[in-house]
């Protein structure tokens, strides 16, 4: 059996991960910024604070809620030259436009020493700003996601001053769960300088860990209501049942369903409506959570709770595509897939004559990407495993079960963490006993 690697023919060569940046040229910045115009200028509102005297190189940290969030910061940063660390995925059949156009290549979820390399090639040679997406993927319910914690560390080696991107309405306007159907909501984008050099010379990696997360906190649905945004689009709810999945009602996950402004729960028929001001408003009886977010994170305690009772656990079979390049999607058939506190995320499948396992552990994913409409291959759900040198994109045979996956694997790492730092506290408290 093959660990982490999958029996391709010969002639099928992995992407090469240690490319070295290109500089973005000069008419793709043109390009980009004339598109950009044209989609969302008219809409968009730019404020930018603390940010008198900068000027390129700068570290760009922005919140990631839509495609829409790259034409903001094109927008956001002309005349300067960018550079983005993109996604492999996005750099599908396009692999040279998009070094050209000065985008890194990385794998989700994983740990790529040479981008350390790279970004400091950017701002120290190239004189480019550098945009990172920390986050990782689009925002499902449009509030800050996890974000990894070496993001202080990666920034106190950079030393460039940092600037926090944070679009508001991004998410309102194209919903990572109805992302093709926009709505007509207007674009309001802070650029803000958050830390200087001189701070980043200062700060541990802990403060600036802090600084930065703090900068990059966002709710939009407290946005819409704050800001009087309605939201009169007939379908503004249909998709949001593969996010809230759960009916706070009966409980029962996975039977929750949407329709026009309506959600509801096939399982006990409760329902609610989406108002335009993006609150739900049950049609008969209780609301329980008329703040979607707060749904949401209910539903985060509820795995929180199944995982610290030893109750949590996925198990099923998924048509699994993998992309060791940007040239094509191999599809490898059937596979089994499971996630655990134990074991972590483990594909096992058979290609090409030989069995294949591919295996993330809890402790080295702090999060995972979900679709819930796939683009590349299927328009279906489903959610990308990668390793450093392929990425695994796996359809579950039961609907509606990635945003879980997700919550999950987030909450699986930071029990691990919080059982890290008992043990390392542990250690502490016992050696300081013996000096005693």
Not at 101 to 114: E, L, S, V, Y
Not at 205 to 210: L, S, Y
Not at 280 to 308: C, M
Request: overall charge neutral; aromatic content about 10%; some cysteine.
């Amino acid at each position: 059996m093959l660990l982490n690697k999958v029996n391709y023919d010969k002639k099928i060569k992995y992407h090469n991960m240690q490319k070295e940046p290109k500089k973005q040229l000069l008419i793709f910045k043109w390009i980009t910024k004339i598109f950009s115009d044209i989609s969302i200028k008219k809409r968009l509102r730019l404020e930018k604070i603390n940010m008198e005297g900068v000027k390129a190189p700068y570290f760009i940290i922005s919140n990631h809620m839509g495609f829409v969030d790259l034409e903001v910061n094109a927008l956001a940063t002309y005349p300067a030259r960018v550079s983005h660390i993109a996604t492999l995925e996005g750099h599908y059949r396009r692999s040279l436009l998009m070094e050209l156009d000065g985008c890194i290549g990385k794998r989700k979820f994983t740990t790529d020493p040479h981008l350390i390399t790279a970004c400091e090639k950017i701002l120290n040679k190239f004189g480019s700003v550098l945009t990172m997406y920390p986050e990782a993927r689009y925002s499902p319910i449009g509030t800050t996601a996890i974000l990894p914690d070496s993001l202080g560390q990666l920034i106190k080696r950079l030393k460039h001053d940092v600037v926090v991107l944070v679009h508001h309405g991004n998410y309102l306007f194209s919903p990572f769960w109805d992302w093709r159907r926009k709505r007509d909501v207007p674009l309001y984008t802070t650029m803000t300088r958050v830390l200087t050099k001189a701070d980043i010379e200062e700060k541990t990696p802990e403060e600036i860990q802090k600084t930065v997360t703090d900068a990059l906190q966002y709710d939009e649905y407290k946005y819409q209501k704050d800001n009087g945004i309605r939201i009169t689009e007939p379908y503004r709810a249909e998709g949001l049942h593969k996010v809230l999945y759960q009916c706070p009602i009966c409980n029962t996950e996975y039977e929750m369903y949407t329709e026009g402004a309506i959600l509801g729960c096939s399982h006990c028929g409760h329902k609610w409506e989406l108002t335009e001001l993006g609150e739900l408003r049950a049609l008969d009886g209780e609301t329980v959570f008329s703040h979607p977010p707060t749904w949401y994170e209910w539903q985060r305690a509820n795995v929180r709770k199944e995982i610290e009772e030893g109750r949590y656990s996925f198990n099923d079979e998924v048509d699994v595509y993998s992309l060791p390049n940007t040239k094509n999607f191999i599809e490898l058939g059937k596979a089994r897939l499971t996630h655990s506190m134990e074991t972590g995320f483990v594909i096992e499948g058979h290609y090409n004559g030989e069995d294949y396992k591919i295996s993330r552990p809890v402790a080295g994913m702090y999060g995972v990407h979900i679709e819930y409409d796939y683009c590349y291959i299927r328009s279906e759900e489903c959610i990308q495993i990668s390793t450093m040198d392929d990425t695994f994109i796996c359809y579950p045979s039961e609907k509606n079960r990635v945003t879980k996956l997700s919550i999950a694997t987030e909450e699986l790492y930071k029990v691990k963490q919080e059982e890290k730092k008992a043990k390392r506290e542990a250690r502490l408290a016992k050696k300081a006993e013996k000096q005693e």
